[in-house]
Nanobody
């Protein structure tokens, strides 16, 4: 079973930036996409961005568009989430996941989730 390990979370003031990383311990094939989700207290988990591994396709939720950028280093089996202009409403646990692309989204496979990394934005 491939493990996904996130890193880079922390506390930052509003307007600041953070970069999250998610490293896969092995090849996620036949899955073909990776995504970042987040879950704030008492809210449902939401997909905020996703990409096709090795490809140009990207999805961004409206709430993060133009502020967050997802990228990948296929050689390192790592995806990144560059977060800028952070707001207090971005405070959440952030998870990466691997799955299958369809309809412009990445549907995670069971068992292909990271443990999460906390991002806290103070105003």
């Amino acid at each position: 079973q491939v493990q996904l390990v996130e890193s880079g979370g922390g506390s930052v003031q509003a307007g600041g930036s953070l970069r999250l990383s998610c490293a896969a311990s092995g090849n996620i094939y036949p899955r073909n996409c990776m995504a970042w989700f987040r879950q704030a207290p008492q809210k449902e988990r939401e997909e905020i961005t996703a990409l096709i591994v090795g490809g140009p396709m990207r999805y961004y939720a409206d709430s993060v568009k133009d502020r967050f950028t997802m990228s990948q280093d296929t050689a390192k089996r790592t995806v990144y989430l560059q977060m800028s202009s952070l707001k207090s409403e971005d405070t959440a646990m952030y998870y990466c996941a691997a799955g299958n692309w369809g309809g412009g989204h990445c549907t995670p496979s069971i068992g292909y989730w990271g443990q999460g990394t906390q991002v806290t934005v103070s105003s």
